[in-house]
T-cell receptor
Framework: AQKVTQAQTEISVVEKEDVTLDCVYE???????LFWYKQPPSGELVFLIR??????QNEISGRYSWNFQKSTSSFNFTITASQVVDSAVYFC????????????FGTGTRLKVLA | DTEVTQTPKHLVMGMTNKKSLKCEQH?????MYWYKQKAKKPPELMFV???????INESVPSRFSPECPNSSLLNLHLHALQPEDSALYLC?????????????FGEGSRLTVL
């Protein structure tokens, strides 16, 4: 079975604080892809990053960084110096090569950044 | 701006009405998806079209009827809906069904069934 767990339902931080959103996944496939999406109040899911199972390099993009650890089946997302515009719901998702190619979404973490 | 366009953005309908949601993309993608998202929940897959043929139907009630008239358009026809069908309906596309890249989402159509 494939599963994505985002244990943090809601997080509130004050602007300029760093915040880490956790994502833990389960899959028996050796080849799979992990994603993070941002969903602002407008509704659209905005793609942030894709990582394949063979690439454990961490990635940094501006204030965003991602830590992928296969040993713990985690793909965590850190926002440095958070801003009010970061307020959104963030979804972690898994897509395996086998089966129906479905994207498995976590339940999402609502981030509130307070001014 | 999103490259997947959904109309209408908001829709209110009665349980006896017939309405349609529309989705359009011009990225040349050959897979298109309908998702339903209830408040504070993740998107749930409803249908997937690949090369204009229905590939996945997640046991969705027949009051939802998808249609893919061509490679750029995806419709969702609604008839005799229930209040519990009120949700955000998201359309998405990807280059192909087996493509391992990201999904491209529209902004969604927010549906209220009275």
């Amino acid at each position: 079975a494939q599963k994505v767990t985002q244990a943090q339902t809601e997080i509130s931080v004050v602007e300029k604080e760093d915040v880490t959103l956790d994502c833990v996944y389960e899959t028996r496939d050796t080849t799979y892809y992990l994603f993070w999406y941002k969903q602002p109040p407008s509704g659209e899911l905005v793609f942030l990053i894709r990582r394949n199972s063979f690439d454990e390099q961490n990635e940094i993009s501006g204030r965003y960084s991602w830590n992928f650890q296969k040993s713990t089946s985690s793909f965590n997302f850190t926002i440095t110096a958070s801003q009010v515009v970061d307020s959104a719901v963030y979804f972690c998702a898994l897509r395996a090569i086998s089966g129906t190619y479905k994207y498995i979404f976590g339940t999402g973490t609502r981030l509130k950044v307070l001014a | 701006d999103t490259e997947v366009t959904q109309t209408p953005k908001h829709l209110v309908m009665g349980m006896t009405n017939k309405k349609s949601l529309k989705c359009e993309q011009h990225m040349g993608h050959r897979a298109m998806y309908w998702y339903k998202q209830k408040a504070k929940k993740p998107p749930e897959l409803m249908f997937v079209y690949s090369y204009e043929k229905l590939s996945i139907n997640e046991s969705v009630p027949s009051r939802f009827s998808p249609e893919c008239p061509n490679s750029s358009l995806l419709n969702l026809h609604l008839h005799a809906l229930q209040p519990e069908d009120s949700a955000l309906y998201l359309c998405a596309s990807s280059p192909g069904l087996t493509n391992t890249g990201e999904l491209f989402f529209g902004e969604g159509s927010r549906l209220t069934v009275l």
